[in-house]
């Protein structure tokens, strides 16, 4: 039930210390959490550090509320075209054409992008959902 919640394309929170909390697209493989940054972000000069993610949702028509919270050791890996394009399909879909030119940059000019890796330690998933009646609350 988590890997098909995580493969949605949500906006999932990364907390590190300080404490810094960012929004983040993530690709979720192998029991991983992907996330893409490169010099634009402080992000990986802070890693490796001990980080938390949540990844959730709240739908009031139809009272899903569901979230993931993961923690864990993340660290800077190098970054691989093939895998970055399956993020960025995931969350703009597959004509690159449509994307923004910075995303398309990513995957084919020069802006030194790196993964932030994250393999939870500690992964928890909660259905705090509500039954509606009569119509949205």
């Known amino acids: 039930m988590i890997d098909a919640f995580l493969a949605r394309p949500l906006t999932a929170r990364l907390a590190t210390d300080g404490p810094t909390i960012r929004p983040v697209w993530y690709l979720w493989e192998d029991g991983a959490f992907w996330i893409l940054s490169g010099p634009w972000s402080r992000l990986p000069s802070l890693l490796p550090a001990r980080v938390a993610l949540s990844v959730d949702v709240c739908e009031l028509e139809t ?52 993964w932030v890796y994250l393999r939870p330690s500690r992964l928890v998933e909660k259905d705090l959902g509500y039954e509606v009646r009569g119509g949205r609350p």
């Open 63 to 114: 009272g899903v509320v569901r979230q993931v919270l993961a923690r864990g050791a993340a660290e800077v890996r190098p970054f691989d075209v093939a895998r970055g394009r399956r993020k960025l399909v995931r969350y703009l879909g597959d004509d690159e054409e449509r994307w923004d030119p910075r995303f398309r940059e990513y995957l084919y000019g020069d802006v030194s992008a790196v």
